[in-house]
């Protein structure tokens, strides 16, 4: 069975940092394709950011240059480095594998909170 | 890729034929999936690639389209059923982007 545990959420001030991680259980994250995807009330759901099997990241054009996407293939773990937060960060984040490789989500996390507020 | 969906949010009773529609703004060919989130959940994968029903999901849901129109369709609708839906292009790839939801509500 697979399961993905995030943790790192938390408050923090506008410009601050922050960094999640997802714990992964049942299956390798360096032979996966590994996202990060939010949830607010008002955008729904957005999807961040990608590391492919072969180490390739990609991300949105919203996080693009703030956010930073990386592996520890020891710990089994993908983080999600958060720079330079605002307001409109606040969401829950979720940790989610491609489990096809088309881009459809099979398996996700139950989710951690970011609240970017002074 | 925009996904707009409609209705955001609907009524229905146990047992009713629920539909819902999600348009991409160019066309995204068979590349939809569709997702349930319960309060408090997680997305769950429904179907992806228009019509591949997943593993445990029961035969009532269904889905359809091509191009920029899509639709899921419950034939039958339980209460486990009351959740909001989402749609989600994975034609752009690595660009990803949801629909905004359709919640289902007991009437």
């Known amino acids: 069975e697979v399961q993905l545990v995030e943790s790192g959420g938390g408050l923090v001030q506008p410009g601050g940092a922050l960094r999640l991680s997802c714990v992964a259980s049942g299956i390798t994250v360096s032979d996966n394709f590994m996202s990060w995807i939010r949830q607010t009330p008002g955008k729904g759901l957005e999807w961040l950011s990608i590391i492919y099997s072969g180490g390739s990241t990609y991300y949105a054009d919203s996080v693009k240059g703030r956010f930073t996407i990386s592996r520890d293939n020891f710990k089994n773990t993908v983080y999600l480095q958060m720079n330079s937060l605002r307001a409109e960060d606040t969401a829950i984040y979720y940790c989610?594998?491609?489990?096809?490789?088309?881009?459809?989500?099979?398996?996700w996390g139950q989710g951690t909170l970011v609240t970017v507020s002074s | 890729i925009q996904m707009t969906q409609s209705p955001s949010s609907l009524s229905a009773s146990v047992g009713d034929r629920v539909t819902i529609t999600c348009r991409a703004s160019r066309s995204i060919s068979n590349y939809l999936n569709w997702y349930q989130q319960r309060p408090g959940k997680a997305p769950k994968l429904l179907i992806s690639?228009?019509?591949g029903l997943q593993s445990g999901v029961p035969s009532r849901f269904s889905a359809s389209g091509s191009g920029t129109d899509f639709t899921l369709t419950i034939s039958s609708l339980q209460r486990e059923d009351f959740a909001t839906y989402f749609c989600?292009?994975?034609?752009?790839?690595?660009?990803?982007?949801f629909g905004q939801g359709t919640k289902v509500e007991i009437k």
């Open positions: 690639g228009v019509s």
């Open positions: 989600q292009q994975s034609y752009s790839t690595p660009s990803w982007t």
């Open positions: 989610a594998r491609d489990d096809m490789g088309g881009g459809s989500y099979g398996d």
